[in-house]
């Protein structure tokens, strides 16, 4: 090119921008958005039973483009009685949507889908415009996924009755969704739920509930029955209302841990399905046989996506000592030219944070960290004048005892942390209350898969981050949460086993936080005569087994065992809080090897129980007889169904690991089945043996250790059963035995910060209770809500329901590609 | 162009220890032109800019002089003079990077271009038995000399895919700096030809040791080989560049040739040029688009920024 003498330069002008290459704006229209908004005033009802709903009186919020600051419409605070007018809705809409068959509903949720992508760029322009993302976000992630939600789930509603046989819809759905993500988080609950029969009442976040108005405009336009999608708008409050209505049979909700704590508690012991989806603080693992450069793309994937308002923001960075500074370096290079900007400029990175409150919120964060020493790397290349930003941020310097190392900063905040090898990369990873996400960085797929199977979290993407798909579950290990979105996974969080219906205790159970399961241990009963004269049997005494060994209870109290006759047939011991703190030590030890023994192994363990058990047939049977004053054929039946029920358990322990999911991924999804970890376990007073068995056969064959509580009033059986454990070369520490007061050690197993899941069957009061106090640790339970089952019968002893309770789901994503051009 | 690469002593620990992961790479440059576009004024001015990046090629085998001639009166002139004039750009001089051409065709060209009164844009000549340099390396080395004797002041060379796919490197480094020495004053471009090296880590190894021997440029390919010059394989290549850069604080320059067609494409390149190694290597010195009708496209774009219309391809002047 030849240089020819130059005039000053016009700035912007095409002469300058020849000379220098500098980006201009490039804003998508938001013409047709902005029409929208204008047919309906600026202002905003609720939509309930397929119209627009606009109570008077009611106050209303001002919504905001974060990236401009200009109002966008007025919306509604809603009330109860608006509340209570959408879950009538939902309820009436039910009793015909639950009927319609699957094929028709099938054709609804497709008849949506279409709809929706005929408006995808609408939709993506509102979404940008109320949340503050970027429209290229919108665009390219959150309305095709949204989409790609509906056509999997129509194909779920076309495929209930063969995919989901023996199960039912729950009924009325509640949804409570967050502002990060407000369509697509939205539609993960939407689409399960009007899937498997289910109708729904959704409340959108403060911040964002244009797009779910607009949603609903678009299901009417779809042909979608009225009532059978409600959004109604208002304030946490009203969630908490719209959680209460006795009318909802199921709360699902993503957003703070600490919400979804309330939550638990509120709903509480009332027969309600909840799924949580919480937060997260998920962690980068990079080796030295990383691709960096990719790495540092992922990074910005991971925590930069959306602002790093996500909750499986790849927020901790853990990086081989080896190569730490260079990635470092090449991190801060990026930013060098990483571009902030409004909402709708397609020429950005990133976009506006969704309220002034949380970049506050994220500023006090850095700043703390900025006070403990951390170094603080902020690029502020191109950080616009006006409107709610905050700066990318890359903090290194700091530690594990850090609040921004610990703490879910829901920013576009990055902590860095080094590791010397992959065990240790592994316990830093593990190193939190969260387990939602995670992503692994190496060429080799050995190590990778291997860190990706130790990681606790729901998701761990190879070479990725934040790779969504409607064929693969969502969710978290931990304060994480319980449930999945999407994949088949996801449907059972919208279902119940179809034999039971909807267990309404008492609505508000009599419960004493304070008091629940005090027990004062039993004292020496008068012999009532029978033996006079008698030489004394040789006294069995049954004590405590946990570790593999019989331990004399902690307190030294005993209970008698009292059969209906009142006679006294036999004592246990009285087992207390260390009794049940020992146990879940135990149990944790023993819970790796466990967790990596061959299936094969575990079946062969449990069907040699069987073995055990079907020699000592008669003994037990009279025993059971003895026990319970029923019949000794009662017993016999008691003992063979019991025997039949470990050989239906030993033979799923090699058949239930997991799929390959069929997502949008190039490569693998593999969804693993993995344990949920230690599982405390209260048995009910019916069949002492079959419901002992029953209950712990699943969780062991699947891999988890257990503390189990046998029943209360007959507990001489499972006694019986330590036998058959140390006969049949199960390994020390994986079923440990507590006897005692049903409640007294329901509520220590379920206080136990350390135990991943309780299961009680016992009272209402007890259930209320273990659900209630379940929150602190977001632990998952299985309660009976004091109502009793037919242990006999195959689908309410041993249906999908066990298995559903004793894994935990986690999806790995394996991006596949080597081969190149010729 | 810009002072060159001297090149450095070969270094086998340089190129063990390459990771280079194909879908994450992927992913990142599917977004390369989804995170950064240009629109109104910008995007006439990157289209002005990408046209001054062009290396404007004719590599078949009916070449003549009449279409070499034609070629470089277009190179000269590459945007239509009422279209500069609204833009305001008709006093910069603007003409494309080179002409290129086969050896054969070296002295026309430069012939033509004295014609057309543009004796200051360079003619490169690809050489050493392209594309497929399937021939002895003496007369490989011969055919650079004999072009740089033509007139060309830079040359394209290819690189011997069958070292490459042997891993024998060293013999890469030795064989791409005797022609780097055969090349005496003019500037070298090497051709990787990656679609003939089966992975991305080949792609990277080969950019390094290309630049080590002394690469002033290095080109994705030949514009024959099966897959040409993809944004996968551009982020690869250079990210190689920044590698050496970092080690050395030499500037090598980059060149995606092959199935570059539409202006969009051409910003989306400047934009990976930019963001990847920043702006200096957005320049002709440091970036060339290797292309024939790619101009076409980008004169129909400037024609729709300044009068608002679709341009018929029968209203540009063809090359």
């Given at each position: 090119?030849?240089s020819?003498p130059m005039?000053a330069v016009?700035p912007?002008?095409v002469?300058?921008i020849?000379?220098?290459l500098s980006?201009g704006p ?6 047709v958005?902005q029409a929208w908004?204008d047919d ?5 009802g609720?939509?309930i039973d397929?119209k627009?709903v606009?109570p008077?009186?009611?106050k209303t919020?001002q919504?905001?483009n974060?990236?401009?600051g200009?109002?966008l419409a007025?919306?509604?605070q809603?009330t109860?009685?608006?509340?209570d ?5 939902a309820?009436h ?7 319609t068959?699957p094929h028709v509903?099938?054709r609804?949720?497709?008849s949506v889908?279409?709809?929706?992508q005929k408006h995808?760029r609408l939709?993506a ?5 109320d949340n503050g993302?970027?429209?290229r976000e ?5 309305i095709?996924i949204v989409v790609?939600h509906w056509y999997?789930?129509?194909g779920?509603a076309?495929?209930m009755?063969?995919?989901m ?5 729950v009924g009325v759905?509640?949804?409570i969704?967050?502002?990060?993500f ?7 609950k939407?689409?399960?739920a009007?899937?498997m029969?289910?109708t729904?009442?959704?409340?959108p ?6 797009s779910?108005?607009l949603m609903?405009?678009i299901c ?6 009225p009532g059978v999608?409600n959004?109604i708008?208002g304030?946490?409050?009203?969630g908490s209302?719209?959680a209460e209505?006795?009318d ?8 703070s ?7 638990r508690r509120l709903?509480a012991?009332?027969?309600?399905k909840?799924?949580?989806?919480l937060?997260?603080k998920?962690?980068?693992i990079v080796f ?11 990074l910005?994937d991971a925590?930069?996506f959306?602002?790093?308002q996500?909750?499986s ?6 990086v081989?000592e080896?190569?730490y500074?260079?990635?470092v370096?090449?991190l801060k290079?990026?930013?060098t ?7 709708l ?6 976009g506006?944070i969704?309220?002034?409150s949380?970049?506050k919120?994220v500023e ?6 900025r006070?403990?020493g ?11 004048a ?7 941020t890359l ?8 609040r921004?190392?610990?703490?879910e ?10 590791f010397?090898?992959?065990k240790e990369a592994?316990?830093l990873?593990n ?5 939602l996400a995670g992503s692994?960085?190496t060429?080799?797929?050995s190590?990778?898969?291997e860190?990706?199977i130790?990681i606790k979290a729901g ?5 990725s981050?934040n ?7 969502f969710?978290g290990?931990?304060?994480s949460g319980?449930?999945?979105?999407g994949g088949?996974?996801?449907?059972y969080?919208?279902?119940?086993p179809a034999?039971?219906?909807r ?7 009599n419960?004493d936080?304070?008091t629940f399961g005090a027990t004062?241990?039993?004292?020496p009963?008068?012999?009532d005569?029978t033996?006079k ?11 405590m087994y ?8 902690d ?6 065992v009292i059969n ?5 047939i ?8 260390k009794?049940l703190r ?9 819970s ?11 079946a ?23 026990m319970?004053?029923r019949?000794?054929e009662?017993?016999?039946r008691?003992v063979d169904?019991?025997?039949?029920r ?11 690991g997991g ?6 991924l190039y490569g693998a999804t593999?969804k693993i089945h993995?344990p949920v970890?230690v599982?405390g376990i ?6 002492p043996?079959?419901a ?5 056969a699943p969780?062991?064959v699947r891999?988890?250790?257990i503390v ?5 009033k007959?507990?001489?059986m ?7 454990f ?5 390994p020390?520490g ?7 007061d049903r409640?007294?050690?329901?509520k220590?197993?379920a ?11 016992g009272?209402?009061e ?7 106090i379940?929150a602190?640790n977001?632990k998952?339970t299985?309660v ?6 037919d242990w006999e019968d ?5 249906g999908?329901?066990f298995?559903?309770?004793a ?7 394996v991006p596949?590609g080597?081969v190149?051009?010729? | 162009m810009?002072?060159?690469?001297p090149?450095?002593?070969f ?18 440059a599917?977004?390369?032109?989804t995170?950064?576009?240009v629109?109104k004024?910008?995007q006439?001015?990157w ?5 001054a990046c062009?290396?404007l090629?004719t590599?078949?085998?009916?070449d003549t002089l009449?279409?070499?001639n034609?070629l470089c009166?277009?190179?000269?002139s ?5 279209l500069?004039?609204?833009l305001?750009?008709d006093d910069?001089g603007?003409t494309?990077?080179?002409?290129c ?5 070296v002295a026309d060209?430069i012939n033509s271009?004295?014609?057309a ?5 360079p003619?490169?000549?690809v050489?050493t038995?392209?594309p497929?340099?399937?021939t002895p390396?003496?007369t490989?080395?011969?055919e650079i000399r004999m072009?740089?004797a033509d007139?060309?002041r830079e040359?394209d060379i290819?690189?011997n895919r069958?070292l490459a796919?042997?891993?024998?490197w060293k013999g ?8 780097k ?11 990787l030809?990656?679609?003939e090296?089966g992975t991305?880590?080949?792609v990277?190894k080969a950019?390094?040791v290309c630049m080590?021997?002394?690469a002033d440029?290095?080109k994705?390919s030949?514009g ?9 394989v551009?982020?690869?290549?250079v990210?190689a560049?920044?590698e050496?850069f ?8 980059f060149?995606?040739a092959?199935?570059i ?5 051409a910003?989306?390149?400047l934009s990976?040029m930019?963001?990847?190694l920043?702006d ?7 970036f060339r688009?290797?292309a024939?009708?790619?101009l076409?496209d ?5 024609f729709?920024f300044?009068?608002?219309r679709y341009a018929a391809?029968h209203?540009?002047?063809?090359s």
């Amino acid at each position: 090119m030849a240089s020819a003498p130059m005039q000053a330069v016009q700035p912007n002008s095409v002469k300058e921008i020849f000379k220098t290459l500098s980006y201009g704006p490039a804003p998508e229209a938001d013409n047709v958005a902005q029409a929208w908004l204008d047919d309906h005033e600026r202002s905003f009802g609720h939509f309930i039973d397929g119209k627009w709903v606009k109570p008077e009186g009611r106050k209303t919020y001002q919504t905001k483009n974060p990236a401009t600051g200009q109002n966008l419409a007025t919306t509604l605070q809603g009330t109860n009685d608006d509340v209570d007018m959408a879950v009538k809705s939902a309820r009436h809409a039910y009793e015909s949507w639950n009927k319609t068959p699957p094929h028709v509903r099938a054709r609804y949720m497709y008849s949506v889908a279409r709809h929706i992508q005929k408006h995808q760029r609408l939709v993506a322009v509102i979404e940008a415009m109320d949340n503050g993302k970027p429209i290229r976000e919108t665009r390219d992630a959150d309305i095709p996924i949204v989409v790609r939600h509906w056509y999997h789930h129509a194909g779920w509603a076309q495929l209930m009755d063969t995919e989901m046989k023996g199960w039912q819809p729950v009924g009325v759905v509640g949804a409570i969704v967050p502002w990060n993500f407000p369509l697509m988080l939205m539609t993960w609950k939407v689409c399960a739920a009007l899937a498997m029969g289910n109708t729904i009442v959704l409340k959108p976040a403060t911040y964002t509930r244009l797009s779910a108005l607009l949603m609903a405009e678009i299901c009417s336009e779809a042909g979608l029955p009225p009532g059978v999608f409600n959004v109604i708008t208002g304030s946490g409050q009203m969630g908490s209302a719209l959680a209460e209505h006795p009318d909802v049979d199921k709360v699902a909700f993503t957003g703070s841990t600490q919400v979804g704590q309330t939550l638990r508690r509120l709903i509480a012991g009332t027969g309600k399905k909840l799924s949580l989806e919480l937060g997260g603080k998920s962690a980068v693992i990079v080796f030295e046989t990383a691709d960096l450069d990719s790495t540092v793309e992922g990074l910005v994937d991971a925590i930069w996506f959306n602002q790093g308002q996500v909750c499986s923001a790849g927020s901790r960075l853990l990086v081989q000592e080896s190569v730490y500074g260079r990635l470092v370096e090449k991190l801060k290079t990026r930013l060098t030219h990483f571009r902030l900007g409004d909402s709708l400029d397609k020429t950005i990175d990133m976009g506006a944070i969704v309220d002034e409150s949380q970049r506050k919120s994220v500023e006090e964060f850095v700043e703390d960290a900025r006070k403990e020493g951390a170094e603080v790397y902020q690029a502020t290349a191109s950080f616009p004048a006006r409107g709610c930003y905050y700066p990318p941020t890359l903090i290194t310097n700091v530690q594990t005892v850090s609040r921004v190392v610990a703490e879910e900063i829901f920013g576009p905040v990055l902590v860095v942390l080094p590791f010397r090898t992959a065990k240790e990369a592994i316990t830093l990873a593990n190193n939190s209350m969260y387990g939602l996400a995670g992503s692994v960085w190496t060429e080799n797929l050995s190590l990778a898969m291997e860190v990706a199977i130790s990681i606790k979290a729901g998701t761990i993407w190879v070479n990725s981050h934040n790779m969504f798909d409607a064929a693969a579950g969502f969710g978290g290990y931990r304060q994480s949460g319980y449930g999945r979105d999407g994949g088949k996974e996801g449907l059972y969080e919208y279902v119940r086993p179809a034999w039971e219906s909807r267990p309404r205790p008492a609505y508000l159970v009599n419960l004493d936080l304070k008091t629940f399961g005090a027990t004062i241990p039993q004292r020496p009963t008068l012999d009532d005569g029978t033996s006079k004269g008698k030489i004394p049997k040789v006294d069995r005494t049954y004590k405590m087994y946990y570790g593999g060994a019989q331990k004399r209870p902690d307190a030294e109290y005993a209970r008698p065992v009292i059969n209906p006759d009142g006679k006294v047939i036999g004592h246990v011991g009285e087992g207390n809080r260390k009794d049940l703190r020992n146990a879940v030590e135990a149990a944790h030890a023993a819970s790796p090897g466990w967790g990596k023994r061959a299936a094969h192994n575990r079946a062969q363990i449990v069907y040699y129980m069987a073995e055990n058990l079907e020699i000592r047939r008669e003994e037990i049977a009279g025993r059971l007889a003895d026990m319970t004053g029923r019949s000794l054929e009662d017993g016999l039946r008691e003992v063979d169904l019991s025997i039949s029920r470990l050989f239906h358990w030993g033979a799923y322990a090699d058949k239930f690991g997991g799929t390959v999911q069929e997502t949008t991924l190039y490569g693998a999804t593999l969804k693993i089945h993995e344990p949920v970890g230690v599982i405390g376990i209260a048995c009910p007073d019916s069949y002492p043996l079959l419901a002992f068995v029953s209950l712990f056969a699943p969780a062991v064959v699947r891999g988890n250790t257990i503390v189990i509580v046998p029943s209360e009033k007959y507990p001489l059986m499972a006694m019986d059963f330590y036998q058959v454990f140390d006969t049949s070369d199960l390994p020390e520490g994986v079923v440990n035995i507590i006897t005692g007061d049903r409640n007294h050690l329901s509520k220590f197993l379920a206080e136990h910060q350390d135990v991943q899941a309780m299961w009680y069957f016992g009272c209402a009061e007890g259930s209320k209770y273990v659900e209630y106090i379940s929150a602190e640790n977001v632990k998952r339970t299985w309660v009976n809500y004091g109502l009793d089952r037919d242990w006999e019968d195959a689908d309410q002893g041993q249906g999908d329901e066990f298995l559903y309770q004793a894994v935990q789901v986690k999806n790995i994503w394996v991006p596949m590609g080597d081969v190149f051009a010729n | 162009m810009a002072a060159g690469n001297p090149g450095v002593e070969f270094d086998e620990a340089w190129i063990q220890n390459v990771y280079v992961n194909l879908s994450a790479t992927k992913r990142r440059a599917e977004v390369l032109g989804t995170r950064r576009t240009v629109k109104k004024q910008w995007q006439a001015a990157w289209e002005l800019r990408a046209v001054a990046c062009i290396d404007l090629t004719t590599l078949a085998g009916d070449d003549t002089l009449s279409n070499v001639n034609r070629l470089c009166f277009k190179a000269k002139s590459p945007v239509r003079p009422d279209l500069l004039k609204a833009l305001e750009m008709d006093d910069v001089g603007l003409t494309v990077g080179a002409v290129c051409v086969y050896p054969n065709r070296v002295a026309d060209a430069i012939n033509s271009l004295k014609a057309a009164g543009g004796s200051h844009i360079p003619v490169a000549s690809v050489a050493t038995g392209f594309p497929c340099g399937q021939t002895p390396l003496k007369t490989r080395l011969e055919e650079i000399r004999m072009a740089v004797a033509d007139g060309a002041r830079e040359i394209d060379i290819v690189i011997n895919r069958q070292l490459a796919l042997t891993g024998d490197w060293k013999g890469i480094y030795e064989e791409v700096r005797m022609m780097k020495e055969a090349c005496s004053d003019a500037h070298m471009k090497t051709i990787l030809a990656t679609g003939e090296l089966g992975t991305l880590v080949n792609v990277y190894k080969a950019s390094l040791v290309c630049m080590m021997a002394g690469a002033d440029f290095i080109k994705t390919s030949t514009g024959k080989e099966g897959v040409n010059a993809t944004l996968m394989v551009g982020l690869v290549m250079v990210r190689a560049i920044r590698e050496y850069f970092e080690r050395t604080g030499y500037k090598v320059g980059f060149k995606p040739a092959g199935g570059i067609r539409s202006a969009k494409d051409a910003c989306t390149w400047l934009s990976l040029m930019k963001e990847e190694l920043g702006d200096e290597w957005t320049q002709p010195e440091l970036f060339r688009l290797g292309a024939s009708t790619l101009l076409v496209d980008i004169e129909r774009q400037l024609f729709h920024f300044v009068y608002g219309r679709y341009a018929a391809a029968h209203e540009i002047p063809m090359s």
